[in-house]
């Protein structure tokens, strides 16, 4: 180890191989594995190696002098350190690298090596010193935190992928919907509309996004009340349902539209925007209006026989011949009954139409509210055989009302009751005054409404869900009950759950003048 001679150690002999000693000690306290390859020799091979380096590689000194530093490789030669080694080698310079090693007993570690050329008085490289590290632990870290990160990578780009998809199909959605879809910000400017939309107003996307909506065409969306609910969408989430827009629009002429317009949520984000969609509904309009006339003529045409043949059946009820037979007096009394039935039907029809067309005629009286209702449940409770009607309270009170037009609202409710309570058999009315007004309740212990059909069930023609096979009737006479209360400036509503019975409410203001 003479070659490790260097002008600091120029002392005498002794003293040098003293300091020569001290300084393998040194070498063999340091944690880091120290080899000296020499370069002069061929191969450069390994000259010496400190005690770390035998622990860090699990070789002994002995099986690691004389060979090139390359048998720490092993098989796995294929990495590209190898190439900066070489060319620091080549170019005499130090480098430092992370390579991959492998001990004695194959097990891989991370070398971290500085590698540093020693020159000669020529400047040619004599020796080479590693230093190493085995720094394993530090790259698994490494590894792991780039594995985790391109992990994650991997999930934003599925995500992204997934969202873009979700995104492209509601897009498509959006676009193949039937009905005109325009996207307001806070301002009410249109930020997007759907093809539709272009299609159905005839417009261009450039003469649409960007402008405020009460700008659009001739302005037929700056209507007062419409911008008063549109206002009131953000600050209150209250949306704005079936508002009808009657008007002459560009391009397109006179339409009738409606509106429903609601605040945008998404995970709480675009909480600021509205979605309003448009609905064409003036050809449905027009067919609704043409039914409703055909039914008028319908129910008027057979309005005029039925009435004759009502007396007919009447006044051969008189004139039953004393040997009749029971059955002919069966059949006869049948027979009135069913052309009571169908007059009660066509009457409703006829009541649906005069509501259409708004022919109907108030004949106003004063009258004493807790009498009409009296006589109601008796006429209602003599024909009924299993039902029990019982009054409760009473309210004492005048009102000024179209008596037949009352009488037929109780009536309505009663056989309601009835009707949809067949195994349940109290049914009860109660009377009260509440403030400037009476009130009566009709509560019954069968079948109950859902809370969604609570309002529908005033339309006309709705009917409950399956109750169209089980029992008879064609959905108007809450419609002309809802009518004839708000005729008469009262409310009519329903409370009830299904399974837990219902109870039909309606309110009437009181006569101004008491008689
Ligand atoms: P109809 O009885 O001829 O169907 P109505 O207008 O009187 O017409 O009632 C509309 C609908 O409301 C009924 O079809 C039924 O579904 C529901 N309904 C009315 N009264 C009751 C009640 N007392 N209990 C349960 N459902 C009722």
Request: proline residues 3%; hydrophobic residues 35%; charged residues 30%.
């Given at each position: 180890m003479?070659s490790?001679?260097?002008?600091?150690f120029?002392?005498s002999?002794?003293?040098?191989?003293?300091d020569?000693?001290?300084?393998?000690?040194?070498?063999?306290?340091?944690?880091?594995?120290?080899?000296?390859?020499d370069?002069?020799?061929?191969?450069?091979p390994i000259?010496?190696?400190?005690?770390?380096?035998e622990?860090?590689s699990?070789?002994?000194r002995?099986?690691?002098?004389?060979?090139?530093?390359r048998f720490l490789q092993?098989?796995d030669?294929?990495?590209?350190?190898?190439?900066?080694?070489?060319?620091?080698i080549?170019?005499g310079?130090?480098?430092i690298?992370d390579?991959?090693?492998?001990?004695?007993?194959?097990?891989?570690?991370y070398?971290?090596?500085?590698?540093?050329?020693?020159k000669g008085?020529n400047?040619?490289v004599d020796?080479?010193?590693?230093?190493?590290n085995d720094v394993?632990?530090?790259?698994?870290?490494?590894?792991?935190?780039?594995?985790?990160?391109?992990?994650?990578?991997?999930?934003?780009?599925e995500?992204?992928?997934?969202?873009?998809?979700?995104?492209d199909?509601l897009?498509?959605?959006?676009?193949?919907?039937?009905?005109?879809?325009?996207?307001?910000?806070?301002?009410f400017?249109?930020?997007?509309?759907?093809?539709?939309?272009?299609?159905?107003f005839k417009?261009t996307?450039?003469?649409?996004?960007?402008?405020?909506?009460?700008?659009?065409?001739?302005?037929q969306?700056?209507?007062v009340?419409?911008?008063?609910?549109?206002?009131?969408?953000?600050?209150?989430?209250n949306?704005?349902e079936?508002?009808e827009?009657?008007?002459?629009?560009?391009?397109?002429g006179k339409?009738?539209?409606?509106?429903n317009a609601?605040?945008?949520?998404?995970?709480g984000q675009?909480?600021?925007?509205?979605?309003?969609?448009?609905?064409?509904?003036?050809?449905r309009?027009?067919i609704?209006?043409?039914?409703?006339d055909f039914l008028?003529?319908?129910?008027?045409?057979?309005?005029?026989?039925l009435?004759?043949i009502?007396?007919l059946?009447?006044?051969m009820?008189?004139?039953?011949?004393?040997?009749a037979?029971?059955k002919?007096r069966?059949v006869l009394?049948?027979?009135a009954?069913y052309?009571?039935?169908?007059?009660?039907?066509?009457?409703?029809?006829?009541?649906?139409?005069r509501?259409?067309?708004?022919?109907?005629?108030?004949?106003?009286?004063?009258f004493d509210?807790?009498k009409?209702?009296?006589?109601?449940?008796?006429?209602?409770?003599?024909?009924?055989k299993?039902?029990?009607?019982?009054?409760t309270?009473?309210?004492g009170e005048?009102v000024s009302?179209?008596e037949?037009?009352?009488?037929?609202?109780?009536?309505n409710?009663l056989?309601?009751a009835?009707?949809?309570?067949p195994?349940?058999?109290?049914?009860?009315v109660?009377?009260?005054r509440?403030?400037?007004?009476?009130?009566?309740s009709?509560?019954?212990?069968?079948m109950?409404?859902?809370?969604?059909?609570?309002?529908?069930?005033?339309?006309?023609?709705?009917?409950?869900?399956?109750?169209?096979?089980?029992?008879?009737?064609?959905?108007?006479?809450?419609y002309?009950?809802d009518?004839?209360i708000k005729n008469h400036?009262?409310t009519?509503?329903v409370?009830?759950?299904p399974g837990?019975?219902s109870?039909?409410?309606?309110?009437?203001?009181?006569s101004?003048?008491p008689?």
């Amino acid at each position: 180890m003479d070659s490790l001679h260097n002008g600091k150690f120029n002392i005498s002999h002794e003293t040098a191989k003293e300091d020569f000693s001290l300084l393998l000690q040194a070498l063999d306290a340091s944690i880091s594995g120290i080899i000296i390859t020499d370069n002069r020799l061929p191969d450069n091979p390994i000259i010496y190696c400190n005690k770390a380096f035998e622990n860090i590689s699990g070789y002994s000194r002995d099986e690691i002098i004389g060979h090139n530093c390359r048998f720490l490789q092993k098989e796995d030669r294929d990495q590209k350190e190898r190439e900066t080694l070489r060319t620091a080698i080549r170019d005499g310079k130090s480098c430092i690298v992370d390579i991959r090693n492998y001990r004695k007993d194959g097990t891989l570690f991370y070398n971290e090596l500085y590698m540093s050329p020693i020159k000669g008085a020529n400047g040619q490289v004599d020796y080479f010193i590693g230093v190493q590290n085995d720094v394993t632990l530090r790259k698994k870290a490494e590894l792991d935190l780039r594995y985790q990160q391109e992990l994650m990578e991997r999930r934003v780009d599925e995500r992204t992928k997934s969202l873009k998809e979700s995104e492209d199909y509601l897009a498509s959605i959006v676009q193949t919907l039937r009905e005109s879809l325009i996207v307001l910000d806070q301002e009410f400017k249109v930020l997007s509309v759907n093809e539709h939309f272009l299609k159905t107003f005839k417009v261009t996307a450039e003469e649409t996004e960007g402008k405020l909506l009460y700008d659009l065409g001739n302005g037929q969306w700056n209507i007062v009340a419409l911008k008063e609910l549109l206002e009131n969408i953000l600050p209150t989430n209250n949306p704005v349902e079936e508002f009808e827009v009657e008007h002459d629009f560009p391009y397109i002429g006179k339409k009738l539209m409606v509106l429903n317009a609601h605040r945008i949520e998404l995970d709480g984000q675009y909480r600021d925007r509205i979605l309003i969609a448009i609905e064409d509904i003036t050809d449905r309009r027009e067919i609704e209006r043409r039914k409703d006339d055909f039914l008028s003529i319908a129910s008027h045409e057979l309005k005029t026989p039925l009435t004759t043949i009502k007396g007919l059946v009447q006044l051969m009820q008189r004139m039953v011949p004393n040997e009749a037979s029971e059955k002919f007096r069966a059949v006869l009394n049948k027979t009135a009954v069913y052309v009571d039935r169908l007059n009660n039907l066509i009457a409703e029809l006829l009541d649906v139409s005069r509501i259409q067309t708004g022919n109907i005629e108030l004949h106003k009286e004063v009258f004493d509210f807790d009498k009409a209702v009296q006589e109601a449940v008796d006429t209602i409770q003599a024909a009924t055989k299993y039902h029990e009607i019982r009054i409760t309270g009473s309210t004492g009170e005048m009102v000024s009302a179209d008596e037949s037009h009352i009488l037929q609202v109780i009536n309505n409710l009663l056989s309601n009751a009835i009707k949809y309570a067949p195994d349940h058999k109290d049914i009860d009315v109660y009377l009260s005054r509440v403030s400037n007004f009476v009130k009566l309740s009709v509560k019954d212990q069968g079948m109950g409404i859902r809370v969604e059909d609570h309002k529908k069930i005033f339309d006309r023609f709705y009917r409950v869900g399956d109750i169209q096979q089980r029992f008879p009737g064609m959905g108007i006479g809450l419609y002309i009950c809802d009518q004839i209360i708000k005729n008469h400036g009262g409310t009519i509503w329903v409370e009830s759950e299904p399974g837990h019975g219902s109870t039909f409410n309606f309110t009437l203001p009181l006569s101004k003048q008491p008689a």
